[in-house]
T-cell receptor
Framework: QKEVEQDPGPLSVPEGAIVSLNCTYS??????FMWYRQYSRKGPELLMY????GNKEDGRFTAQVDKSSKYISLFIRDSQPSDSATYLC???????????FGGGTRLMVKP | DGGITQSPKYLFRKEGQNVTLSCEQN?????MYWYRQDPGQGLRLIYY???????QKGDIAEGYSVSREKKESFPLTVTSAQKNPTAFYLC?????????????FGPGTRLTVL
């Protein structure tokens, strides 16, 4: 079993839909949680970063962490075709630790 | 304009050849990383370096080598011992201490074996 699990998709939604992307993990030491967006044939770019449990909002994006369930989510409101990409979750334990990545979920937003 | 550059964007290798992928950063980050990305498998860590003249093996180091002679540069050599090198290679960097280790990525190099 992988340390971080992520549904590979693809997830196809109509423009304007609310998207929910999720990761589950097994290591209870993880405290720092990140979401990266990767367009085709490009490097991943850091989208959201959260520490411990709770929510963080940035524009149309909301990151949610539930440490008790070992479950993190990324919500995208009013999804746009430009949101079509692969979304990777990543997490680490103590500050400065290596990141452990999920396998990525491919999202397609259709106009 | 700060960032991470990787070159070349595309690289073709013949059987038995060694090839070197370049990675340069001007973010003044201490740590640098090399990942391999295959379809459906996410990112796998090849090597990382947290300080000049020091580096450690990641999960899939066999068939690869690195050097870290300068803070800004972390080249990766794919040797002929790597049996299945066709993949997308990503270089990343981060600040080491006092952070969650958020990593910033370059644009990647796509390596194809002919």
């Amino acid at each position: 079993q992988k340390e971080v699990e992520q549904d590979p998709g693809p997830l196809s939604v109509p423009e304007g839909a609310i998207v929910s992307l999720n990761c589950t993990y097994s290591n209870s030491a993880f405290q720092y949680f990140m979401w990266y967006r990767q367009y085709s044939r490009k490097g991943p770019e850091l989208l959201m970063y959260t520490y411990s449990s709770g929510n963080k909002e940035d524009g149309r994006f909301t990151a949610q962490v539930d440490k008790s369930s070992k479950y993190i989510s990324l919500f995208i409101r009013d999804s746009q075709p430009s949101d079509s990409a692969t979304y990777l979750c990543a997490m680490s334990g103590n500050a400065g630790n290596m990141l452990t990545f999920g396998g990525g979920t491919r999202l397609m937003v259709k106009p | 304009d700060g960032g991470i550059t990787q070159s070349p964007k595309y690289l073709f290798r013949k059987e038995g050849q060694n090839v070197t992928l370049s990675c340069e950063q001007n973010l003044n980050h201490d740590a640098m990383y090399w990942y391999r990305q295959d379809p459906g498998q996410g990112l796998r860590l090849i090597y990382y370096s947290q300080i000049v003249n020091d580096f450690q093996k990641g999960d899939i180091a066999e068939g690869y080598s690195v050097s870290r002679e300068k803070k800004e540069s972390f080249p990766l050599t794919v040797t002929s011992a790597q049996k299945n090198p066709t993949a997308f290679y990503l270089c990343a960097s981060s600040i080491v201490s006092g952070t969650a280790g958020e990593q910033f990525f370059g644009p990647g190099t796509r390596l194809t074996v002919l």
